[in-house]
């Protein structure tokens, strides 16, 4: 029996990973709804998966996919007006597009009014809107409608053509549907699917095995953001002189050893989930959506890049922020008043209040990276990384009381750190100024000036370090210790690698903070990837006619991660060489407008639907090919269609693409 169930498991198991790939993040439902006997509204609407969000209407030229509505056919009766998005809409500024976009999350509806001139009316065609989460886009997807009907006396809804009997109601979009398969074309798809490069490797390219979600991995980057940013705190002049104080505190107020380390225990847990309730606590306020647009929107970034330059300015020593200290007040008062576990509870919230001014931008700062995941655990996941780091000295040395002795005492060395950090965060100021400026097209931080005030910042930072730069809190016979001078050198290195990007150079460590390379005014920068063809069948018979493999790039024109790959991953001088030297490159867009000189009937799991561009076309054979429809999605091919490796999807690893390019390219070698 055992036998069995697992050979049925792993049967299930196969079925699941033969369709991986197929992305169904979006379910759209469309309805006739009759307003007046002269009036109606065609209604889509649409469930959205978590993490996934679909854009809105009229975004404007050179962004996302914008829904629209599109008519094939009609009979009596007229669209009115536009397209209308209806619900909670989310606009933020885009930083890749350089533009404020908008869109829907968990739901979204979209109307379109239209008149009846009288009589029997019919009415064909179809939605069309894109769809995209933090890893990848889909291609143009289609939501296709029919209705005809006539009209009476007393409004009458609509009925669908054909011989059906209910309204229309769309299942998930069909380009997202798909189970590309042989068994799902007939004889109408040889007029695009002809030959054998169009057969289908759905089976082969399982086989190889494809790329795993990165979701995971950046749980973990999260925590271990949040646990540095817990490290720096402690070293600064707010938290570190009160470690041992609080834990010889806990010592003495008790003769029983194993009390006072119970209760140290119990101190750290409480700051634990103090912080780890402010995180959720910043969820269920705002929710992860909003906190995504929050993060992106221009007025926050200005409001934050103010916030982070006053910290700075009193980091430097211009003046001391505090909180109303009755407020610390009432909670230690409070503390001490108590006993047993809430007393504790509260000295733990009173280190809270007490370190704020410098643990305060640090957590801004984690809060406003991690909302960009859209993630509702996400803030939780950083602060309690946080949390941890900042507990963490509290129960060792209640545990082993003798390193006290040879814990370092407070001083001038407090001071250079908190100096160090006036300096970063003066330094992430510019970076959130940097949106806001993209958002209101200032045009005051482009890449050059932009990347001249972080070279100016990094190499003030590292002669501070040396000792070259006093402030007035600094100590004037304070000498340069060893690790202090490696932190300067670490520092006028970044300033001296910074250098070249003035003259366009990629900068790879920085390229999350400086602005896009399209705002550089003077670029020598020649190291770049284009595709040899934009053609699947042309590229095919070039690279057979030259003996080279093939690599197929499906992007989009909206595909925001797509263009973080090129910018990141293609700029690397080794992924360029190979791509251009070993490979014939063919970049086919799934967003591409321009007409096929003859619309395609295809039929998909038993539906029948339209190829009416080019961008439907590539966007089919990635479908019906290779059995994935989202971008970015790369693709190795011999000369006959056949995959040579693995495909590889949104992945910023250099060194795994550098694989995955070699991998295929010893593949090709052996079977030539």
């Known amino acids: 029996m055992k036998k069995y169930f697992l050979l049925f498991t792993l049967f299930l198991l196969d079925i699941g990973l033969a369709n991986a790939q197929i992305k169904e993040p979006v379910k759209f439902k469309t309805t006739f709804k009759s307003l007046s006997e002269s009036e109606a509204e065609i209604v889509f609407t649409g469930s959205i998966d978590n993490g996934w969000h679909v854009y809105s209407t009229d975004l404007g030229d050179g962004g996302p996919i914008s829904a629209t509505f599109n008519v ?31 869109y829907f999350e968990h739901t979204a509806t979209f109307v379109q009014k239209v008149k009846l001139t009288g009589g029997a009316y019919t009415i064909e065609g179809y939605l069309e809107y894109g769809a995209c989460d933090n890893e990848s886009c889909l291609p143009p997807t289609e939501v296709p409608f029919k209705f005809k009907g006539a009209t009476q006396a007393s409004a009458v809804p609509a009925t669908p053509s054909k011989e059906e009997d209910q309204p229309i109601t769309t299942t998930p979009v069909e380009t997202e549907q798909v189970e590309a398969t042989p068994d799902s074309v007939n004889a109408a798809q040889t007029q695009v699917a002809s030959g054998d490069l169009w057969k289908p490797v759905i089976d082969q390219l399982r086989n190889l095995g494809e790329a795993h979600s990165t979701e995971d991995m950046s749980w973990l980057y999260i925590f271990a953001t949040g646990f540095l940013g817990g490290l720096i705190a402690l070293f600064t002049p707010c938290v570190w002189p009160i470690i041992p104080m609080t834990v010889s505190f806990f010592l003495k107020r008790s003769k029983d050893k194993k009390k006072g380390i119970r209760d140290a225990w119990t101190y750290g847990a409480s700051i634990v989930v ?19 647009a929050l993060s992106t929107n221009a007025v926050f970034n200005i409001l934050f890049f103010l916030m982070l330059v006053v910290f700075a300015a009193s980091f430097f020593g211009a003046f001391e ?20 576990l809430l007393s504790i509870f509260l000295m733990a919230f009173t280190l809270s209040l007490v370190s704020f001014s410098c643990t305060g931008p640090i957590i801004g700062f984690l809060l406003v990276q ?42 001038g060395w407090m001071n250079i750190i908190k100096v160090t950090l006036g300096f970063l965060e003066l330094a992430f100021a510019l970076k959130f100024l940097s949106v806001a400026d993209l958002a209101y097209g200032w045009g005051l931080l482009d890449r050059e000036t932009f990347l001249a005030l972080w070279i100016v910042i990094f190499a003030l930072l590292g002669l501070y370090l040396l000792g070259k730069i006093k402030f007035a809190h600094d100590d004037d016979n304070d000498k340069v210790g060893v690790a202090r001078f490696f932190m300067a050198l670490i520092s006028l290195a970044f300033a001296l690698y910074m250098v070249p990007g003035l003259w366009g150079a990629p900068l790879k460590a920085v390229s999350a903070f400086a602005p896009p390379m399209k705002t550089q005014d003077f670029n020598l920068y020649t190291n770049e990837v284009h595709a040899k063809f934009d053609d699947y069948e042309l590229g095919m018979a070039y690279a057979r006619a030259n003996h080279k493999p093939v690599m197929l790039d499906f992007t989009g024109y909206g595909c925001v991660n797509c263009r973080k790959m090129e910018a ?3 700029t690397d001088s080794k992924v360029s060489d190979l791509i251009n030297t070993d490979y014939v490159l063919i970049t086919l867009y799934v967003d591409n407008k321009t007409p096929l000189p003859e619309p395609i009937k295809i039929t998909e799991n038993g539906t029948e639907r339209t190829l009416r561009t080019v961008g439907d076309k590539w966007s089919y054979l990635q479908r019906y090919k290779f059995g994935a429809n989202a971008q970015p999605f790369y693709v190795l091919i011999d000369n006959n269609g056949e995959p040579l490796n693995k495909s590889y999807a949104y992945d910023e690893d250099i060194d795994k693409y550098i694989d995955f390019l070699q991998k295929g390219l010893e593949n090709y070698k052996k079977r030539e």
């Open 274 to 292: 103090i912080y780890v309730t402010l995180g959720l606590a910043i969820t269920l306020i705002f929710g992860a959506s909003a906190l995504n």
């Open 321 to 340: 922020i505090t909180l109303p200290s009755k407020w610390s007040t009432a909670v230690d008062s409070k503390a001490e008043a108590t006993s047993g």
């Open 370 to 411: 991690v909302s960009t995941t859209g993630s509702v655990v996400a803030p939780a996941i950083g602060m309690l990384g946080f949390a941890l780091a900042l507990a963490l000295p509290f129960t060792l040395f209640a545990l082993f009381p003798s390193w006290l002795k040879s814990m370092p005492k407070s001083g």
């Open 72 to 102: 094939d056919k009609k009979s009596g009766i007229v669209p009115v007006g536009k397209l209308k998005a209806v619900g909670k809409e989310i606009a933020a500024f885009d930083k890749l597009f350089e533009m404020q976009v908008r």
């Open 568 to 570: 990141s991953v293609w």
